[in-house]
Every structure is written in C-alpha cells, then in structure tokens.
C-alpha cells in the first residue's frame, strides 16, 4: 500500500483555498497583516519588537502567495485560469502577492513597500453580503442617483461662480478664481464647514446660506434613494427565500404560481438551531408555524410526537383556544415559515382549500389529544 503524501487536513485546507471564498486563515492573515502594518508606521512600537512585525508580514505575504498560487493552479486544471486571473477577485490576488515583492525589487524602502500591505483590505470584499448587495442597489438606482449628482455639480458650479463674483474683490487671496472658489462650495455643500474660507460680504453670505440648505437636502436625497433601494433589495431576497421555502412545503404544493406568491408575501422565515424552545404551553398564540427543514418534538401528555418536513403546528390555539396547548422544541436545526395570526385570518379567507385542511388537521390533532 502506498503512503499517503499528502494529509487529509492539508488536502482540505488546499481545496478550501482553492475556492472563491475566505477561508478562516485567510481573515487571520489579513487581520494580522494589516495590523503589523499600522503598527510599522509608529516607531517606537516598531523599533520595541520589529523582529515578530517583520516576521507576522512575511508570513502574512507568503500566506497571501501561496493562496494565488493555488487558485491559478485549480483555475488552470479547469482551464478557466484566464478568467480567474482577469477578474476582479483575480486582479485582487495577484496584487496582494505580488505588489509588496515587486516593490522591494524595484528599490522601494522596505517600510515604503509594506505599505502595500493596504491592498490586503481588499481580499474581504467579495465575503461580504452587504456590498454585493450595495452594488445591485447602485445599478438599479443609477438613474436617480446620477440625476442627484448633476444637481450637485450645478449648485457646486453656479455658487463658485457666485461667490467668486461677490468675494473676489475683498478677498482675493482666497476667492481669486473660480477653481479657488470650488473649494469652498464643496466644503459648504457637504456641511462640513471647515472654517478656513469664508465669505464675508452680505450677498455671499446669502449664497453660502443657500448651498448648506442645498446640501442638506442633496445628501437626503441620496440618503433616502438608496435606503429605499436597500429595503427594496431586502424584500426581494426575503421574499425568494420564502418562495424557496414555501415551494419545498408539500402543503403548499397544490398552489399555483399567483397563490404561491400571495402566501409567500404572508410568511416570515425562522431559522433555529437544535433544541430551542419555540412555543411554550400556557402561552397566548399569535402565530402557526410551517416547517420547511428540520424537525419538530410536541411535548405532549404521555407522549411526544415529532414533526418533520412538511408538517405546521401552532393553527389550534389559533383556531379555538388561543393558549398553547403543548411545548414544542427544534431537536436539529430547522427552518420554519411563520404565520402570524392576522395573515393566517387572511389566508383562510382567500384560500378555503387550505383554510379546510388546516381545520381538518386541527381537529384531528383535539380528538388524539383527548
């Protein structure tokens, strides 16, 4: 029998590396190295312990090179490895491995080239939900924002031509020119009001009044589009994750698509792990829960009765009584979909169908339970 050359924990963590995701290494490394690299820009910290700032940034870049080398490895085996090295992720890689090198063979001082380091930062992005999430917002919400952004470089063009043609006699040092003048609109227009150029005639004074109100209702402007396209984005990817789930109920599965949808816009998803507590007996109910993954255990008198995929409890305090009848635990990890009782009133109306088996279940879950 052959020995095995490699590890199986190796071999896992070369896969794991090999992917498009952050691994956990990869978080500790860039946390590492970016740290020693702040820590490089203040002399005494570094002069006290250079030896263990120099060695964490080594190890950090050669952590960072063997990772782009492995990814242009797996790229090359699938022959995508074109594509892998022209994408942003690529581009990314490539940059983190071999700028700092690349720097210190062209000359740079050393402290000059770990600066690089910053392009490290820049290995979390694709990890993060949020920014991909920022980008499809940006796309979609393009038209509006650009419409606000000329509305900003219209009040930014027209308030230095204005106060340069009110200032520039009695401060020609500071509204001199037009361009000179920008930099106080835009200072003005952000709110942020350093104080260094201020004008000092009563009609620049009306004009510097005018660009903060502007200011004030630009920024809430864009404050509010893309607000709007983020709840908007989060409703979305709540509601196809809901679809998901509702379409894996059997119960649902008898819906069209147009039904589907309206009961989707009713169900909340409720994602728990292993032995938590969902409903408690004595409880007022508000809700009934589907279950779209996992498992169930209804701690009932003499007996308990799990529910798995498929199956809802909670519709009898609901339907009668509206105290919970029995505690019931998750005994894995499970999804739920959650109907509060509100929309459970409104789904009965809309669809008898499932208003009757849910009666139904009801029932035959009181005739069991007495």
Known sequence: MSKQLVSPALAQFVTATAGRNMTPPAYVAVTAGVTMMLVLTVAPAYESAHHWVDAVLWACLAFFVFEWVVRLRAAYLAQRWRNYALSGRGLVDAVAAAAIPLAMVAGANPKSAWLLGVFWVFKVVPGVPGLRQLRRVLVLESGPLLSVLVI????????????????????????????????WAVVTLTTVGYGDVVPITPLGRLVAAFVMICGLGVFGLWTGILATGFAAETRRDNFLKTWESVTKVPFFA????????????????????????????????????????????????????????????????????????????????????????????????RHPDLAATIDAEAKRRAQENN
């Open 254 to 349: 008898a819906l069209g698509p147009s039904a589907i949808a309206d009961v989707t816009h009713m169900l909340r998803i409720m994602d728990l792990p292993a032995r938590t507590m969902i409903i408690r007996k004595g409880q007022a109910g508000d809700c009934m829960y589907f279950i779209a993954a996992g498992e169930v255990e209804v701690d009932l008198p003499g007996k308990k009765v799990r529910l798995g995929e498929g199956a809802f409890f909670g519709e009898m305090a609901l339907l009668g009584n509206n105290l919970r009848s029995a505690n019931i635990t998750t005994t894995r990890v499970s999804r739920l979909l959650v109907l509060d009782l509100v929309d459970f009133r409104m789904l009965m109306a």
């Open 152 to 183: 900003v470089l219209m009040v930014l063009f027209l308030a230095s031509v204005a106060v340069y043609f009110l200032e520039r006699e009695v401060q020609p040092a500071t509204f001199g020119s037009v361009p000179a003048a920008l930099w």
